[in-house]
């Protein structure tokens, strides 16, 4: 079989809360990358922003983080990741990616020597690649005057590479050919199309919790009990 | 206003659940949150009622798996249940009649509890004859009273609403008798034609009081068909249907392009019998 070059999938955003959409992102773009023949897909990282981001209704990142990985304990494949939210300050999503690639690469030696069959493998051990997983409205935040330094979108489309999962109503190839640097980098920036249309969002979820209306089938069950338990979203909530 | 002011509603789902997926569970939770929101009902209970295998619906798997899988989506519900009546009747049956039978069935069990109950005046099954003596049994009515049993009422998506206008489908005296004599809770779209459909129709029309079409804010467009066809295509469904009815139909390769196949070429079982010259 043809050799795939390993990927790594990170998802940054709030997770304010995890919800079942967040998740399809994921498996839709696994399938996506696979089906090209040219991609493996190894792991998924889900990074959740940190508070000092200061978004509006932003639960404490603590719990972002236990949410994410209640959501993902049925999971083989994706993990949550509490480094950018650990870090004493905000910081851009390049410098995520920048450390999750360090971490990747320390962590292939240790890889190959758990291989028993090393032999085997003549081929010079493919580099994985770590990609920037993302909904394709996360392309339209590029066109934000002052929102992102331009050395850091080429940084992320040049070095890493874009999966851009498409939502209804947007059109990201618009939004590609809206921007000299995305245009340039088209040929990393695979756009991927969810054939099941879902506009649910953490916005739409938290309007449901602050109602006291189910949210069930919307998130994990473990994630609403959690919610529950510690009263999060409520009308008294941040 | 008190909960026993407010008239208790058992909400039914009938369809081919082929599989089950997280929107059909989601109908049930926005349907009740639209009812108890109201302040007139109270939801009691969800019902699932697969259809039989004599629907002879194109791809249509075996009862048995479609019965299990409800039954693995809803193990973690506290009011939404999986009933086999209907997937069990040798021929296909009609919706009026299912609805009918669960209206049956919830009688029969609040004549019996009520029996059971010296303070109660009245049994259910009385209240039939209040209602026919009009005027009278209208004030009657709006006084504290005996419980009557819970009513049945159909649960659905606009498609099942929509179907109403597809030839020989359904029969028209069903349609009047859905709606009249129980009625619809329809879950459509924001912006979607259901209330435009109910004007066009006079029997709809007539009895627009008692369907209750209750918006979808968020697009959800899990359909059991895209559900089919990622499954041949070895694609992920994974958070589109609960894990555990995941897990059983890999466990049972459940989904593939020959089982796509069955029923292929048969007249749908409705349609048989409405085509059928004896059939007025």
Same mark, same amino acid.
């Given at each position: 079989?043809?050799?795939?070059?390993?990927v790594?999938?990170?998802?940054?955003?709030?997770?304010?809360?995890?919800?079942?959409?967040?998740?399809?992102?994921?498996?839709?773009a696994?399938?996506?990358?696979?089906?090209?023949?040219?991609?493996?897909?190894?792991?998924?990282?889900?990074?959740?922003?940190?508070?000092?981001?200061?978004?509006?209704?932003?639960?404490? &990142?603590?719990h972002?983080? $236990?949410?994410?990985?209640? $959501?993902?304990?049925?999971?083989?494949?994706?993990?949550?990741?509490?480094?950018?939210?650990?870090? &004493?300050?905000?910081?851009?999503?390049?410098k995520?990616?920048?450390?999750?690639?360090?971490?990747?690469?320390?962590?292939?030696?240790?890889?190959?020597?758990?291989? /028993?069959?090393?032999?085997?493998?003549? $081929?010079?051990?493919?580099?994985?690649?770590?990609?920037?997983?993302?909904?394709?409205?996360?392309?339209?935040?590029?066109?934000?005057?002052?929102?992102?330094?331009?050395?850091?979108?080429?940084?992320?489309?040049?070095k890493?590479?874009?999966?851009?999962?498409?939502?209804?109503?947007?059109?990201?190839?618009?939004?590609?050919?809206?921007? $000299?640097?995305?245009?340039?980098?088209? /040929?990393?920036?695979?756009?991927?199309?969810?054939?099941?249309?879902?506009?649910?969002?953490?916005?739409?979820?938290?309007?449901?919790?602050?109602?006291?209306?189910?949210?069930?089938?919307?998130?994990?069950?473990?994630?609403?009990?959690?919610?529950?338990?510690?009263?999060l979203?409520?009308?008294?909530?941040? | 206003?008190?909960?026993?002011?407010?008239?208790?509603?058992?909400?039914?789902?009938?369809?081919?659940?082929?599989?089950? !997926?997280?929107?059909?569970?989601?109908?049930?939770?926005?349907?009740?949150?639209?009812?108890?929101?109201t302040?007139? %009902?109270?939801?009691?209970?969800?019902?699932?009622?697969?259809?039989?295998?004599?629907?002879? +619906?194109?791809?249509?798997?075996?009862?048995?798996?479609?019965?299990i899988?409800?039954?693995?989506?809803?193990?973690?519900?506290?009011?939404?249940?999986?009933?086999?009546?209907?997937?069990?009747?040798?021929?296909?049956?009609?919706?009026?009649?299912?609805?009918?039978?669960?209206?049956?069935?919830?009688?029969?069990?609040? *004549?019996?509890?009520?029996?059971?109950?010296?303070?109660?005046?009245?049994?259910?099954?009385?209240?039939?004859?209040?209602?026919?003596?009009?005027?009278?049994?209208?004030?009657?009515?709006?006084?504290?009273?005996?419980?009557?049993?819970?009513?049945?009422?159909?649960? *659905?998506?606009?498609?099942?609403?929509?179907?109403?206008?597809?030839?020989?489908?359904?029969?028209?005296?069903?349609? !009047?008798?859905?709606?009249?004599? %129980?009625?619809?809770?329809?879950? !459509?779209?924001?912006?979607?034609?259901?209330? +435009?459909?109910?004007?066009?129709?006079?029997?709809?029309?007539?009895?627009?009081?008692?369907?209750?079409?209750?918006?979808?804010?968020?697009?959800?467009?899990?359909?059991? !068909?895209?559900?089919?066809?990622?499954?041949?295509?070895?694609?992920?469904?994974? %958070?589109?249907?609960?894990?555990?009815?995941?897990? %059983?139909i890999?466990?049972?390769?459940?989904?593939?392009?020959?089982?796509?196949?069955?029923?292929?070429?048969?007249?749908?079982?409705?349609?048989?019998?409405?085509?059928?010259?004896a059939?007025?």
């Amino acid at each position: 079989m043809k050799s795939r070059i390993p990927v790594v999938l990170l998802a940054c955003g709030s997770f304010n809360p995890i919800t079942n959409m967040h998740l399809r992102l994921f498996e839709v773009a696994r399938d996506h990358l696979h089906q090209t023949g040219m991609y493996k897909v190894i792991g998924g990282i889900i990074s959740p922003v940190n508070d000092n981001y200061r978004k509006k209704d932003l639960v404490a &990142a603590h719990h972002r983080v $236990a949410m994410a990985r209640l $959501a993902l304990q049925t999971s083989e494949w994706i993990r949550v990741d509490p480094w950018e939210s650990e870090q &004493a300050q905000w910081m851009e999503t390049v410098k995520v990616l920048r450390h999750h690639h360090r971490e990747l690469l320390r962590s292939l030696p240790q890889t190959e020597g758990l291989d /028993h069959s090393r032999a085997r493998s003549s $081929a010079p051990t493919a580099v994985p690649e770590l990609k920037l997983l993302c909904g394709a409205d996360f392309l339209k935040t590029f066109q934000i005057p002052n929102l992102w330094k331009d050395a850091h979108i080429q940084e992320i489309v040049e070095k890493f590479g874009m999966v851009c999962v498409s939502r209804t109503g947007h059109n990201p190839q618009e939004y590609i050919s809206g921007s $000299a640097i995305l245009q340039r980098y088209r /040929h990393n920036i695979h756009l991927v199309r969810e054939p099941v249309q879902n506009e649910l969002s953490s916005t739409y979820v938290r309007g449901a919790l602050r109602q006291g209306q189910s949210v069930k089938y919307l998130l994990p069950d473990a994630v609403i009990a959690y919610i529950k338990e510690h009263s999060l979203y409520t009308r008294d909530s941040p | 206003m008190e909960n026993s002011e407010k008239t208790e509603v058992v909400l039914l789902a009938c369809g081919s659940f082929n599989p089950i !997926t997280n929107m059909h569970l989601r109908l049930f939770e926005l349907a009740k949150d639209y009812m108890n929101g109201t302040g007139k %009902y109270k939801v009691l209970k969800g019902i699932i009622s697969p259809v039989g295998d004599a629907y002879k +619906k194109k791809g249509l798997i075996s009862a048995h798996h479609r019965v299990i899988m409800a039954e693995l989506a809803t193990k973690n519900s506290e009011w939404v249940e999986v009933d086999t009546w209907e997937s069990l009747q040798k021929e296909w049956v009609e919706t009026v009649k299912v609805l009918r039978h669960h209206q049956e069935r919830l009688e029969a069990s609040s *004549c019996d509890h009520q029996q059971d109950s010296p303070r109660l005046e009245r049994p259910g099954r009385k209240r039939k004859w209040a209602e026919q003596r009009q005027d009278f049994s209208q004030k009657e009515s709006l006084e504290p009273k005996t419980k009557d049993a819970p009513k049945v009422k159909l649960l *659905c998506g606009a498609d099942l609403l929509e179907s109403f206008g597809v030839p020989n489908l359904w029969k028209s005296e069903d349609i !009047t008798r859905i709606v009249g004599d %129980y009625g619809l809770i329809c879950i !459509t779209r924001a912006g979607n034609d259901a209330a +435009k459909f109910i004007y066009e129709s006079d029997t709809l029309w007539k009895h627009r009081n008692n369907i209750h079409l209750v918006n979808e804010w968020i697009t959800n467009d899990i359909s059991s !068909t895209k559900i089919r066809r990622a499954l041949r295509r070895g694609q992920s469904i994974r %958070y589109l249907v609960p894990d555990l009815v995941r897990e %059983y139909i890999e466990k049972h390769d459940l989904y593939s392009p020959e089982s796509e196949e069955r029923n292929a070429g048969v007249v749908l079982a409705p349609l048989q019998k409405r085509a059928a010259p004896a059939d007025p």
